[in-house]
């Protein structure tokens, strides 16, 4: 992240011939395990709109900013970017406190495509969103598991903000659908690594399934001591938020029974993906990190934010907003369209299997069964 009292990288001050894109993303703390992936992801895209002509006529470029702070730090830096004239829109994943802090401060000036599942209701002028919400991703999979596994009894655990919290009093809803109950929740800070106390809670709620709300490392260490304490062999995982750099650190004796629901999976064979992640290796080489869906997302964000620009042919946030409902793009999750600001997906169900998912199935986003 840029700090003021050194000097400015190249990069911090307005060109009129580029077009800057400030990507918020996670550098350090629990969702630092998943960073890397997002920013070679993302400027594999700016590399991918830069060959066909850019945008308006000018060239993308990435302006990175650290976006694992506190969420108040993290809006104003971003804000000062767009004071400066040095950025003309803004996207990334970043969890839902920094997004609640940056959307009143930038969204009205610069487009603001918000990639990472969250949960649900954003609806502040000026922000798109690629990624999941509880009604598409979470509902169906917590349906799907009470009918096909027979889960009754569910226990929460998350992290201590609006993300969790928020999801948790949906799936409360969902749990009561299906025929069960949320036995017990548990809300712990980002950065946590004693989990003793929630595993006996968990044992004593005699749960049979766990939402696990957790980010990044948090969940890593989660599951490795759900794992050591054998819960694995009573009750099943539901996590919304477990991508593939977060499963290889866990370890395959730390996932059995644990299933994931997202809008993207790595092992998921089709063409869109299979050019993706070509695309990706050509580019990155073997040892790039891996390919998740959190990563991806900040691809989407790009290829959004260009679609948007270039519908409504101005950088005005109102015209951009005005154009919104005809923009249309194609990436690894297929060909996309924006309805109430949010893009329309397919989900998926993947349980663990070893250190990759094993896609299940498509979610019916009805309601009904598959």
């Given amino acids: 992240m840029f700090r003021y009292d050194l000097p400015a990288p190249e990069w911090f001050t307005a060109d009129d011939s580029v077009l800057g894109v400030a990507l918020v993303f996670p550098l350090q703390g629990p969702a630092g395990i998943f960073g890397p992936a997002c920013e070679l992801c993302a400027r594999l895209a700016v590399e991918e ?34 004071d400066l004239g ?33 949960e649900g209701g954003e609806d502040t002028a000026g922000v798109f969103l690629t990624s999941e919400t509880p009604r598409d991703q979470l509902r169906p999979a917590m349906d799907l598991l009470a009918h096909e596994r027979g889960v009754r009894r569910w226990f929460v655990v998350g992290n201590d903000y609006v993300w969790p919290r928020r999801t948790a009093r949906a799936a409360r809803g969902y749990a009561h659908a299906s025929g069960g109950s949320v036995a017990g929740e548990v809300y712990l800070p980002l950065g946590t690594h004693d989990f003793e106390p929630v595993l006996r809670r968990i044992e004593r709620s005699d749960a049979d399934g766990v939402l696990m709300l957790l980010v990044g490392s948090d969940a890593v260490r989660f599951n490795r001591a759900f794992a050591a304490h054998g819960l694995h062999a009573r009750c099943l995982r539901l996590s919304t938020l477990m991508d593939e750099n977060m499963l290889m650190a866990s370890g395959p ?10 809008g993207f999976f790595a092992s998921l064979a089709n063409r869109d993906t299979l050019d993706f992640h070509g695309q990706y290796a050509a580019r990155y080489g073997v040892e790039a990190p891996a390919l998740g869906s959190f990563g991806e997302s900040c691809y989407e964000g790009v290829l959004l934010l260009a679609a948007l620009l270039k519908r409504a042919g101005t950088l005005d946030v109102s015209a951009i907003g005005a154009a919104a409902g005809a923009v249309s793009y194609e990436g690894p999750r297929g060909l996309l369209r924006l309805r109430d600001s949010h893009v329309r997906q397919r989900i998926y169900l993947a349980r663990a299997d070893g250190l990759d998912f094993d896609v299940l199935t498509e979610l019916d986003l009805r309601g009904a069964r598959p």
């Fill in 86 to 118: 040095v950025v003309q829109g803004v996207t990334g994943w970043h969890i839902s406190s920094v997004r609640q802090a940056l959307a009143p401060r930038i969204a009205h000036r610069v487009p603001y495509v918000y990639t990472a599942l969250y």
């Fill in 253 to 262: 004796a730390a996932t059995e029974d644990l299933y994931s629901t997202a």
């Fill in 49 to 82: 709109v830069n060959r066909d002509g850019g945008v308006l006529g000018r060239e993308l470029r990435l302006v990175p900013v650290d976006g694992s702070g506190p969420p108040g730090e993290v809006a104003g830096h971003v804000e000062a970017l767009v």
